[in-house]
C-alpha cells in the first residue's frame, strides 16, 4: 500500500497534519488542568488504597518527630548538670525504640501496597495504551513511527507510578513532615522561626521559576528517546538493507547524532538539578547561620536552654529536608507529568471505528463493491483520484492496471476501508463503508499483500491468525491448497516451526504462500490480492495459481498482478492512469482497442524474458532501454 497522511472520514486533510504539528510540542508547558482528569481516572479506582497510604505516612511522619521532641528532655533533664535524672533514660529510650519500629512497619507497608500498585498502574495504562493504538487509523500509522509509538507505549507511562507510588508518598510525607515542625517551630520561637522562612520563601520562589524551566527539557527528553528508539527499530528491522547497501557506518552516524541530542537535553537537565542543588546547599548554610546567630543570643539570654536550642535545631533539619528533597521528587513528579501528557495526547487520538457517523453494522455481504464519482487524496493540495467509478459485481474478478504511483493501490486501500474518499462514496452491497462499523466490514474482508508480513512465531500461528477458531481439518486444506505443506512438513518441527521476526527464515515464495493459505482460511467474501505472486518464480506460481482460482471461486476479487495470467482471466480490467480510469474492459476487448492497456501489455511482454514487472511498471525502465 501506499503510504498515506490523511486522516479518516470526518477528520479528512486535519489530523495526520495534527500529528505531525503535534510531533513539535515539546516546548509547550504540561497544564496539570489538562491531564487532571487522567489522573483523576488513574487514582479513582485506587483512591481508599491512596488514603490508607496517606494515613500510613501521617503515622510514620509522627513516629519521624519523636526522636527530635525527645532531644530536649534528654539534654534538659537526663544529662542536665544541676539536677540529673537518669531514670528518665530507658523510657526515652524505650519511646524512641517503639517509634522506631511504627516507622519500619509504616515504611514497609507503604512499599508493599503503593509501590506494587504503581507498577500494577503502569501495566494497566500500558495495555489501554497499546489497545487504543490498535484501533487507531491506518493514516496515523503512516504520520507516526513505529519506534514512536512503542516508545509512547513501554516509556511514558512508567513516570505515572510516582502518582501512586513513592513519588507521591515521599511528597506527601515531606509536606506533612515540613507543617508538623513548622507549628512546633513557631510555638517554640516566632522571630526566629518567621526570619528563617523568609530566607526559605525565597529559595521556594525560584525552585518554582527553576521547574518551569525544566518541564520542557523532560517534555523534549521524551520526544528524543522516542526519536531515537524509532530509528534504532528501523534499523535493526533493515538490516539486510543497511548491510547490502554497507550503510553500517551511515545507520551508525545517524544513531549517535540521535544518542549526542539526548545526551545534550540530559546535561541541560543535570546542569539545572545541579545548579539548584547548589543553591539548595547554600540556603541550608545560610539557615544554619542564622539560627546560630539568633539561637545562640537566646541561650545565652537564659530565654532558651541548650535542649531548646538543640531540638528546634533537629526539627528545623526535618522541616527544611523536605524542601529540598522537592528538587528529587518534583523532578520525578514533572518527568511524570510530562510522560503523562504526553500518553493523554495519543489517547486522545480518535479510533478510526470511534467515528459517530459509524452505526451500520454490515450484514453477511454478497460482495457487490461500487466506487460513486470517488474523489481522494492523502494531501489535500495533491489529488489521487479524480472521479473514479465502477462496479464489481458479486464473485467477479477486478483487475487494476496501470503505471507506477497511478492510483492502483490508493483504490485498493478504499475497498479495505483504510481510507474515506474526499468526495463520492465507495459502497458494499449499497452500504456507504463511510458509515459502516468497520469490525463487520473488515471479518469478511481477506488480503494478500506484495509485502507478506509474518510474525515471529510458527506457520501455524501465521496462518490461524486470521481464523484462530478454525478446526485441523479446516488448516490442513488451507496449506494444502496454498502448497504451504510441501515445504512446512519437511521441516523437522513441521507446522510449528518458528518462521523469525517477519518470517525472515523463509524465502519470499514461502512467505508469500503463508500469506495466501492465511487469506484462504479467513473465507473472505472481498479479497484483495496486491501482486500477491510477486515473490513466486515461474514454477511455484503455476503450482500455485490452482489455490488462487479456488481462493477467487464465488469472491470478488481485486488484484494488482505481477504478471498476466490473472489479468487475462479477469472480468473486468480497469486501466488507471494519473487517478482517472482510462479504459475498462476484459483483456481482449482492451488488446483489440490498442490503446493504453495495448500498450502497457506489449511493451511488458516485450520486456518480461528479462524483468518481472507489473503492467506499466516498466515505463521508466523502457524509456531507459530505447
Given amino acids: 500500500m501506499r503510504p498515506a497522511t490523511m486522516s479518516m472520514h470526518g477528520e479528512r486533510g486535519g489530523r495526520s497534519h495534527g500529528a505531525r504539528a503535534g510531533a513539535d510540542t515539546s ?3 504540561v497544564s496539570l488542568r489538562k491531564i487532571w482528569p487522567t489522573i483523576w481516572t488513574l487514582v479513582r479506582p485506587r483512591r481508599w488504597l491512596l488514603a490508607l497510604g496517606l494515613l500510613l505516612v501521617a503515622v510514620k511522619t509522627v513516629s519521624g518527630l519523636v526522636m527530635p521532641a525527645l532531644s530536649k528532655y534528654l539534654l534538659d533533664d537526663v544529662l542536665a548538670t544541676a539536677h ?19 516507622q519500619a512497619i509504616t515504611s514497609f507497608s507503604l512499599t508493599q501496597l503503593l509501590s506494587k500498585e504503581g507498577q500494577k498502574l503502569i501495566s494497566e495504562l500500558r495495555k489501554q495504551v497499546q489497545r487504543h493504538v490498535g484501533l487507531l487509523s491506518v493514516s496515523y500509522y503512516d504520520a507516526n513511527r513505529t519506534g514512536t509509538l512503542v516508545s509512547r507505549i513501554m516509556t511514558d507511562v512508567e513516570g505515572v507510578r510516582n502518582l501512586i507510588g513513592t513519588g507521591l508518598v515521599e511528597f506527601v510525607g515531606g509536606v506533612l513532615t515540613a507543617v508538623l515542625a513548622f507549628v512546633y517551630l513557631l510555638h517554640r520561637s516566632v522571630p526566629v522561626t518567621i526570619t528563617v ?4 520563601g525565597v529559595f521556594t520562589v525560584v525552585l518554582q521559576y527553576a521547574f518551569k524551566k525544566i518541564r520542557p527539557i523532560f517534555r523534549e527528553r521524551g520526544k528524543i528517546n522516542a526519536e531515537v528508539t524509532g530509528r534504532l527499530t528501523e534499523s535493526l528491522g533493515g538490516v539486510r538493507v543497511i548491510k547490502g547497501y554497507h550503510a553500517e557506518e551511515r545507520e551508525a552516524f545517524v544513531f549517535s547524532e540521535g544518542v549526542d541530542r ?5 546535561i541541560s537537565s543535570l546542569t539545572l538539578t545541579s545548579t539548584l542543588g547548589a543553591a539548595s546547599t547554600t540556603v541550608l548554610g545560610l539557615v544554619s547561620g542564622i539560627v546560630m546567630w539568633l ?9 532558651w536552654t541548650i535542649g531548646d536550642y538543640f531540638s528546634y535545631n533537629m526539627f528545623l533539619a526535618f522541616m527544611i529536608a523536605p524542601v529540598f528533597q522537592i528538587v528529587n521528587i518534583g523532578t520525578q513528579l514533572t518527568e511524570a507529568f510530562a510522560g503523562l501528557d504526553r500518553t493523554t495526547e495519543l489517547l486522545a ?8 457517523l459509524r452505526k451500520a453494522t454490515m450484514p453477511p455481504i454478497t460482495g457487490r463493491v461500487e466506487f460513486d464519482k470517488v474523489e481522494f487524496a492523502y494531501d489535500p493540495e495533491k489529488p489521487v483520484l479524480h472521479g473514479i467509478g465502477f462496479v464489481a459485481e458479486p464473485g467477479s474478478v477486478t483487475a487494476l492496471v496501470g503505471s507506477s504511483g497511478s492510483g492502483k493501490s490508493t483504490i485498493i486501500s478504499l475497498v479495505c476501508a483504510f481510507h474515506t474518499p ?7 452491497d449499497g452500504e456507504d463503508l463511510a458509515v459502516v462499523d468497520l469490525n463487520s466490514y473488515r471479518s469478511q474482508l481477506g488480503v494478500v499483500l506484495q509485502d507478506s508480513f509474518l510474525f515471529d512465531g510458527s506457520i501455524r500461528d501465521n496462518i490461524m491468525f486470521s481464523r484462530p477458531e478454525a478446526t485441523e481439518e479446516q488448516f490442513l486444506f488451507a496449506c494444502r491448497t496454498a502448497r504451504v505443506d510441501e515445504f512446512a512438513e519437511r521441516f523437522p518441527e513441521g507446522y510449528d516451526t518458528i518462521v523469525g521476526e517477519r518470517g525472515v527464515k523463509l524465502s519470499g515464495g514461502q512467505r508469500q504462500r503463508l500469506s495466501i493459505a492465511r487469506a484462504l482460511l479467513a473465507q473472505p467474501r472481498v479479497l484483495i490480492l496486491d501482486e500477491a505472486t510477486s515473490s513466486l518464480d515461474s514454477e511455484s506460481e503455476a503450482m500455485i495459481q490452482a489455490g488462487l482460482n479456488q481462493l477467487m471461486l464465488g469472491r470478488t476479487t481485486f488484484v494488482i498482478a505481477h504478471r498476466l495470467s490473472t489479468i487475462r482471466r479477469a472480468d473486468q480490467i480497469l486501466v488507471v492512469e494519473a487517478g482517472r480510469i482510462v479504459e475498462r474492459g476484459n483483456h481482449e476487448e482492451l488488446y483489440a482497442l490498442r490503446g493504453r492497456y495495448y500498450d ?18 516498466g515505463d521508466v525502465v523502457s524509456e531507459v532501454v530505447r
Fill in 262 to 266: 539526548l545526551l545534550r537535553n540530559v
Fill in 197 to 200: 522562612f523568609s530566607v526559605i
Fill in 600 to 617: 502497457l501489455y506489449t511493451r511488458q511482454h516485450g520486456l518480461e524474458a528479462n524483468l518481472f514487472l507489473a503492467p506499466g511498471e
Fill in 84 to 102: 540529673p535524672r537518669p531514670q528518665l533514660l530507658p523510657v526515652l529510650i524505650g519511646i524512641v525504640f517503639g517509634a522506631t519500629v511504627v
Fill in 349 to 356: 487520538e480518535m479510533q478510526e471505528n470511534a467515528d459517530p
Fill in 422 to 428: 474526499v468526495s463520492g462514496r465507495v459502497l458494499v
Fill in 27 to 29: 516546548k509547550k508547558k
Fill in 295 to 303: 539561637g545562640g543570643g537566646a541561650v545565652l539570654r537564659h530565654s
